[in-house]
């Protein structure tokens, strides 16, 4: 008998709302209950719009942590390890601290650490005593790009380290009220990050100035977590600002990706930094030809025979290669098919998944 079918894998993170690192613990337990016929997932603070993604028969908790040290929601996380015999933590982002809050009540457990720390191109300013002192309770690191594995290598008393690519699962955001994305069909370009500083979307809006003049019926659609603060607002402002309200259009988060997809015709990314994006992965799953900065993992999925990367913050080259691709249906279909054909080959659940329970599997 396969030794991973004495694997149980809870998923814990701290909550449900939109956002990579949440996106990958619904899609680990709903390909974990696919591939082993069991999977859990644990919020530890609050639950949020993807507690819809997950699969049906996924065994699922939601503790209601007030503060790190709420024993109410330790015993609770503990209740459900036992009852369900789970064998190993696999905690995703800043989870991996109560997870290890866990070992004082429950020393068997083992515990994976995922690490999804966007800003890869700033590993130099990141805190590293807390995590250092954490890492003396991790059994393995996952890290989402090389430049994690070797900080965790460098930085981290747990030896264990792998790198492991996100992947793209199947998705089930059927919705009852799907997405419509405005502008005309066919000259839709989609972009699917929060609202965040390191996404860089002023550098959308100036690349979306500039494709409006030569492009006047193109459209751009933000799909993203709104946080509502000032940055959310500078955005805003510059769209008005920009007379860009006919061009570009904020929709907040969204459950229906796959919906949305379907009626883009382009996929772009404007980050300042990045981990291994999911929109990435999307991008090709949906054969949307891509335009996206040259920054964290992304140069290991796109090459330039499938997509354009362009340096960081660079409006003039971002619009460069956004025109080269609208203007060339070619050039469209052959870098959408060989994306594609690359995350079905290197970023699908089933190619990755077997490389993590074979991880797990030859760590017991």
Wanted: with cysteine; glycine share 4%.
């Amino acid at each position: 008998m396969n030794k991973t079918t004495n694997i149980r894998i809870v998923q814990l993170i701290d909550s449900l709302e939109a956002g990579g690192a949440e996106r990958m613990a619904v899609s680990y337990a709903n390909a974990l209950k696919r591939q082993t016929g069991f999977a859990a997932l644990v919020t530890t603070r609050a639950e949020g719009q993807l507690k819809n993604q997950l699969d049906n028969d996924v065994v699922y908790g939601f503790l209601n942590r007030k503060s790190l040290f709420d024993f109410k929601a330790l015993f609770l996380l503990r209740k459900i390890i036992v009852n369900n015999k789970i064998t190993h933590i696999h905690s995703h982002s800043s989870s991996v601290f109560f997870a290890i809050f866990l070992r004082f009540v429950y020393p068997h457990i083992e515990i994976i650490w995922h690490d999804h720390y966007g800003k890869s191109e700033m590993l130099n300013q990141r805190p590293v005593l807390a995590l250092k002192m954490a890492s003396l309770f991790i059994s393995q690191v996952i890290a989402v790009n090389q430049k994690l594995k070797i900080w965790a290598k460098d930085k981290l008393y747990c030896r264990n380290v792998i790198y492991l690519p996100n992947f793209i699962g199947v998705s089930n955001d059927v919705v009852p009220n799907p997405t419509c994305l405005r502008g005309e069909e066919g000259k839709r370009i989609v972009c699917l990050a929060n609202l965040r500083p390191q996404k860089n979307h002023t550098l959308l809006l100036q690349v979306a100035k500039e494709i409006k003049v030569s492009h006047p019926n193109y459209t751009f659609h933000l799909i993203g977590k709104d946080f509502k603060d000032d940055y959310s607002k500078k955005i805003k402002e510059e769209i008005i600002s920009l007379e860009l309200t006919n061009t570009v259009f904020v929709y907040g988060t969204k459950e229906d990706i796959s919906n949305i997809l379907k009626q883009a015709n382009f996929g772009i990314l404007t980050s300042l930094s990045e981990g291994l994006p999911i929109a990435i992965l999307e991008y090709g799953f949906y054969k949307l030809p891509v335009v996206a900065t040259n920054v964290g993992e992304i140069p290991m999925v796109i090459n330039v025979e499938e997509g354009i990367l362009v340096e960081s913050n660079c409006v003039p080259d971002f619009v460069v290669a956004l025109k080269n691709i609208l203007n060339n249906t070619t050039l469209q279909t052959t870098f959408a098919n060989r994306l594609h054909n690359k995350i079905m080959n290197n970023y699908s659940e089933e190619a990755v998944l077997q490389l993590y329970l074979k991880c797990i599997d030859e760590k017991k």
